[in-house]
């Protein structure tokens, strides 16, 4: 069970950028199931973890991007989505999706670079 992530790339301060993260290889009531996350890795930093939501669409998101980020699930596809506003530098990072308990298998990543 492997989530492919999508949507990153090079934005300048102040933009917005949509990911999306589509889990194969899993039943829906399965991935219905999980509490999905967004995690984030910047290069020399650990992974952190940015946003969550339930089945229920109930959230929940890191000071440092509360205000700015919204995430948000399609259950009958088993997509989890993450829109970024108001970008900053700091933003700069890889963007994974997973379950809250990080009991898939992590995917690619999708590279998302806010510019200054």
């Known amino acids: 069970v492997q989530p492919v992530e999508s949507g990153g790339g090079l934005v300048q301060a102040g933009g917005s950028l949509r990911v999306s993260c589509t889990v194969s290889g899993i039943i829906t009531s399965v991935f219905n199931s999980k509490i999905m996350g967004w995690y984030r890795q910047a290069p020399g930093k650990q992974r952190e973890l940015v946003a969550t939501?339930?089945?229920?669409?109930?959230?929940k998101y890191a000071d440092s991007v509360k205000g700015r980020f919204t995430i948000s699930r399609d259950n009958a596809n088993k997509k989890v989505h993450l829109q970024m506003n108001s970008l900053k530098p700091e933003d700069t990072a890889v963007y994974y999706c997973?379950?809250?308990?990080?009991?898939?298998?992590w995917g690619q990543g999708t590279q998302v670079t806010v510019s200054s």
């Open positions: 939501i339930t089945r229920l669409s109930d959230t």
């Open positions: 997973n379950s809250d308990a990080r009991d898939l298998s």
